[in-house]
């Protein structure tokens, strides 16, 4: 059993590492151009504080035997940050200042957890509330896909839903919900459940959507220009959200959320 557990939170932290490097290919762009464009940076910071949050769960005065959660999620942590930084650096300066109120706000809430579990709370109660405020917050991020997937399935195209996000955002949720269940522990069950119920209806989604696709493809349907293919195609890849206003790219909406264990 112990060795099944820990042979499922290998493959977890592999699939993890996956997601938390995909938005490479947005922030390559964002340097490269000097600019975020139309890029948010809200999910970025919300996913640093997810991770910190599962990273600090899984330490062990706080949950035992959890330290393959602590492993993935600290390392999650840190590029998330960096993405974050990043963004900082060359955010217009109305966003700019957008973000780093909510940096340090998750920057606040994070550390306020942290000394309330250790100063106030001990054994259980500890466990309880460090457990729960990872939960949520691995909910949010992810529900995140189902704007991916209701833009699916409205436009009928999984042009901005890539089929590999959505194959390691299963497998991710799968190893970490089968993690949990070994464990006996709700705290890393129940999301990652949660995350890869999402992730097979994605993959069910691609595959309905995709023959459309390829029928659609040797109709007359007008192809988008290369400049237009580009940046849709890097958004997709982001781990969030393009700006709402923005009308021809704010269905570029990325479905990599972040499976975060």
Same mark, same amino acid.
């Given at each position: 059993?112990?060795?099944?557990?820990?042979?499922? #939170?290998?493959? #977890?932290?592999?699939?993890?590492? *996956?997601?938390?490097?995909?938005?490479?290919?947005t922030f390559k762009r964002i340097i490269q151009k000097r600019?975020?464009? $139309?890029? +948010? #940076?809200?999910?970025?910071?919300?996913t640093l504080l997810n991770c910190l949050l599962s990273a600090w769960y899984g330490l062990p005065f706080v949950s035992p035997n959890n330290i393959l959660v602590s492993t993935i999620n600290g390392t999650g942590a840190a590029i998330e940050a960096i993405y974050v930084l990043i963004f900082i650096i060359f955010a217009p300066k109305r966003e700019k200042f957008k973000i780093l109120g909510?940096?340090?706000?998750?920057?606040?809430? *994070?550390?306020?957890?942290?000394?309330?579990?250790?100063?106030?709370?001990h054994s259980k109660a500890r466990k309880l509330f460090c457990g729960l405020a990872a939960t949520v917050f691995s909910i949010i991020m992810y529900g995140s896909p189902l704007a991916i997937m209701s833009t699916v399935i409205k436009t009928k195209s999984?042009?901005?839903?890539?089929?590999?996000?959505?194959?390691?955002?299963?497998?991710?949720g799968t190893s970490w919900f089968i993690f949990g269940l070994l464990g006996h522990d709700p705290f890393v069950a129940v999301p990652n459940g949660f995350g890869s119920g999402l992730g097979a209806l994605q993959l069910v989604l691609y595959f309905i959507y995709r023959d459309l696709?390829?029928? !659609?493809?040797?109709? +007359?349907?007008?192809?988008?220009?290369?400049?237009?293919?580009?940046?849709?195609?890097?958004?997709?890849?982001?781990?969030?959200f393009a700006e709402p206003h923005q009308?021809? $790219?704010?269905?570029?909406?990325? !479905?990599a959320q972040d499976g975060q264990p």
């Open positions: 059993m112990h060795i099944l557990k820990v042979f499922f #939170g290998v493959v #977890g932290n592999a699939t993890a590492l *996956f997601l938390f490097l995909a938005p490479i290919i600019s975020t464009e $139309q890029f +948010s #940076g809200i999910p970025y910071v919300m909510l940096f340090t706000f998750v920057l606040a809430l *994070f550390s306020t957890v942290a000394l309330v579990s250790v100063f106030a709370l999984v042009e901005f839903m890539p089929f590999f996000l959505s194959l390691f955002s299963f497998l991710c696709d390829s029928k !659609g493809s040797t109709g +007359s349907i007008k192809k988008p220009s290369s400049s237009s293919t580009a940046a849709t195609a890097d958004e997709s890849m982001e781990m969030g009308s021809k $790219q704010s269905i570029a909406i990325s !479905g």
